[in-house]
């Protein structure tokens, strides 16, 4: 699976940026698909996640009720809607796939393809 993020850009705190996360190859509908992001000196953290079938998501409890991941399956892509955007929401966003027969993942080990990263900057 080839993944390709876009959509990431400056934008004043308070704001909204969609990223989009467009899938292609080999990919399938029993994967989960996730967003992390890594801000400077820090580690990467996971953002949230959604099966490609839709249905339940998961969020990392920073980004509950401000970022809602989709999908659009005819499209192939992911999208990750931030609204409320604040400073500490900087950070280079990647999307990711990997297999999931069940539930949703937190671990990035549990992903084995990832985009090359967006860069959200959010300026207070």
């Known amino acids: 699976v080839q993944l390709q993020a876009s959509g990431g850009g400056l934008v004043q705190a308070g704001g909204s940026l969609r990223l989009s996360c467009a899938a292609s190859g080999r990919t399938s509908r029993s994967y989960a698909m996730s967003w992390f992001r890594r801000a400077p000196g820090k580690e990467r953290e996971f953002v949230a996640a959604i099966r490609w079938t839709g249905g339940s998501t998961y969020y990392t409890n920073s980004v509950k009720g401000r970022f809602t991941i989709s999908t659009d399956d005819p499209k192939n892509t992911v999208y990750l809607q931030m609204n409320s955007l604040k400073p500490e929401d900087t950070a280079v966003y990647y999307c990711?796939?990997?297999?999931?027969?069940?539930?949703?993942?937190?671990?990035?080990?549990?992903?084995?393809?990832w985009g090359q990263g967006t860069l959200v900057t959010v300026s207070s």
């Open positions: 990711a796939s990997g297999p999931r027969k069940t539930g949703l993942s937190r671990s990035s080990n549990d992903y084995d393809s």
